[in-house]
Structure formats: C-alpha cells, structure tokens
C-alpha cells in the first residue's frame, strides 16, 4: 500500500481557516483543535485509502473521479480527486451547505 501526500488547494485551505474561525468564535478553541484532529485523520485515510470516499457528486457535478470523506463528528466533507502522485483536495466543505452552488467554479478544478 502506498501512501500518497495529501495536497490541499488554495481553496481547501481557505475553507479550512473558515471552519477554524467558526468553531474558534462560536465555540472554544477546544473544539477548533478537535476540528483540526478529525481533518488530520480524514486526510490520514483518504491518504491511505483514496478509493474509499463516496463517489456521490460525480455525476451531479460531471467530475469523474471525484469522491468524498466525512469528517468524524462534525459535518464537514473533504472533497478530494486522486493523482498518480499525491491527493488533490479541492474543497473542505460543511454538509448542509448546497455543494454543487460551492462547487460551480469548476474550471479552477481541473
């Protein structure tokens, strides 16, 4: 089994610092930090286990292999396309949100 580097995009990395914010604001730093955790395993598995993630959105968003992992107790998906040489991140999104409308900017994806 090879473990590929997760690589999250600008994007991924923006929506990340914006769940950090959230939970830093309307919660405590205890649960940003376990935010934090719970992404660091999802990138951990999907790293080990790319093929794992919900295939769901690939035809609603016509992105072929595009998947999906939850994150462990909180809402959020990460949404991740695998490479020959690493994990390409293209978002970190909360679940309720409409993730096709957050997602409609496909052309910076590809």
């Known amino acids: 089994m090879k473990v590929k580097p997760v690589v999250p995009r600008d994007q991924a990395s923006q929506d990340v610092d914006d769940a950090i914010a959230y939970y830093l604001e309307e919660a405590s730093a205890s649960i940003a930090l376990e935010f934090i955790d719970a992404l660091e395993q999802a990138y951990t598995h999907i790293a080990r286990h790319p093929g794992t993630g919900s295939a769901r959105y690939v035809h609603e968003l016509d992105l072929p292999g595009l998947r999906s992992w939850s994150l462990s107790a909180y809402p959020y998906l990460v949404f991740y396309v695998e490479r020959p040489d690493h994990i390409d991140v ?3 999104l909360h679940g309720q949100r409409d993730i096709p409308a957050w997602m409609q900017d496909l ?3 590809t």
């Open 107 to 109: 052309d910076a994806f």
């Open 90 to 92: 293209w978002r970190v």
